[in-house]
T-cell receptor, first 115, second 115 residues
Framework: AQTVTQSQPEMSVQEAETVTLSCTYD???????LFWYKQPPSRQMILVIRQEAYKQQNATENRFSVNFQKAAKSFSLKISDSQLGDTAMYFC????????????FGTGTRLTIIP | NAGVTQTPKFQVLKTGQSMTLQCAQD?????MYWYRQDPGMGLRLIYY???????DKGEVPNGYNVSRLNKREFSLRLESAAPSQTSVYFC??????????????FGEGSRLTVL
């Protein structure tokens, strides 16, 4: 079974600074997808960024980028120029590419951006 | 553009009462899911439906039943509610095999309190 671990329950950073959220996972599979989801106080789950395991290039979406280390099974999220609207819970998630479409989530990191 | 709609948004039950959470999606997705979110636990899969007429247990199915009524609708029923089922419940949907494997679209969540 796959597991996803987020070791930072809470983090805070000053507005405009850069912050990195950590995620590690455990799987025996070679093909899979990794995700970061954001959950603001509104409770709505929003996809932030996605990484396909077969791609060596790290995914980027505007101020959000990942550091994907497949051998180390590490998938961290970097938020640059942080904004107040980035305050949210962030969940790392994993899914296999073998027809099992069940997403496994980590326990989340609560990020607070300080004005 | 409704996406995934779940009702009710809030519900208070007494121990032993029953209720059904309704979920509908208008994106023609094949797969639908029910997750529960508890503090420090992340999101845990309760039940999953890969297509109309099929359902599969997730990580925490005990105390729940589901019905995939048609392609659009996937309901979650608590037959005899217990305080341990106090949680926020999320319905989600996805369309596997379209090149965006694993991207789930979530409803806004339903907060259930069992007294």
């Amino acid at each position: 079974a796959q597991t996803v671990t987020q070791s930072q329950p809470e983090m805070s950073v000053q507005e405009a600074e850069t912050v990195t959220l950590s995620c590690t996972y455990d799987t025996s599979e070679n093909n899979y997808y990794l995700f970061w989801y954001k959950q603001p106080p509104s409770r709505q789950m929003i996809l932030v960024i996605r990484q396909e395991a077969y791609k060596q290039q790290n995914a980027t979406e505007n101020r959000f980028s990942v550091n994907f280390q497949k051998a180390a099974k590490s998938f961290s999220l970097k938020i640059s120029d942080s904004q107040l609207g980035d305050t949210a819970m962030y969940f790392c998630a994993f899914i296999s590419n073998f027809g099992n479409e069940k997403l496994t989530f980590g326990t989340g990191t609560r990020l607070t951006i300080i004005p | 553009n409704a996406g995934v709609t779940q009702t009710p948004k809030f519900q208070v039950l007494k121990t032993g009462q029953s209720m059904t959470l309704q979920c509908a999606q208008d994106m023609n997705h094949n797969s639908m899911y029910w997750y529960r979110q508890d503090p420090g636990m992340g999101l845990r899969l309760i039940y999953y439906s890969a297509s109309e007429g099929t359902t599969d247990k997730g990580e925490v199915p005990n105390g729940y039943n589901v019905s995939r009524l048609n392609k659009r609708e996937f309901s979650l029923r608590l037959e005899s509610a217990a305080p341990s089922q106090t949680s926020v419940y999320f319905c989600a949907s996805s369309k596997p095999g379209t090149g965006v494997s694993g991207e789930l679209f979530f409803g806004e969540g339903s907060r259930l309190t069992v007294l």
